[in-house]
């Protein structure tokens, strides 16, 4: 379950993220399960981060450091993750239907069984990544 500091500072938004980075960091903030439909992240630095079935609908995360974070389960749609650092991040089982990863870096990030239909991948790297039973048609 989320913390419920880390969850306060998330909604937020990311300048109060960025403000205490640094100890989210050392604490990898824990985001399971919060609600942050909609929540302006932009920039944000969440490397680490637990985002287990985190509810990210609409959320703009342009710019997010989410290297390494764990977003199994979580509900991404229509999320916009432009430019986003997502290297090695876990998105199994990740719904990201309509979500737009323009530019984002997704290296050796693991998108098994990830929902991307309709989602925006132009110039996003995504070498390495496993994409194995990723479906990326709506259905």
């Known amino acids: 379950m989320a913390d419920p500091r880390h969850l306060l500072l998330a909604r937020a938004g990311a300048d109060a993220l960025r403000s ?17 439909r909609g929540a302006v992240l932009r920039g944000a630095e969440l490397p680490f ?10 959320a703009d995360l342009r710019e997010a450091d989410l290297r390494w ?7 991404l749609r ?3 993750l432009d430019g ?4 090695g991040a876990l998105f199994v089982s990740a719904d990201l239907s309509g ?11 693991d998108l098994r069984g990830a929902k991307l239909a309709g989602a925006r991948l132009a110039g996003a790297d995504l ?4 994409l194995s039973g990723a479906s990326f048609l709506g259905g």
């Open 69 to 75: 974070a764990d977003l199994e389960g979580a509900d």
């Open 99 to 109: 979500a737009s990863l323009l530019k984002a870096l997704c290296q050796l990030a």
């Open 49 to 58: 981060a637990d985002l287990r079935g985190a509810d990210l609908r609409w």
């Open 84 to 87: 986003a650092r997502a290297e």
């Open 127 to 130: 070498s390495d990544a496993d």
């Open 78 to 80: 229509e999320a916009r």
């Open 20 to 36: 205490l980075s640094s100890g989210l960091w050392r604490h990898r903030a824990d985001l399971s399960g919060a609600d942050l």
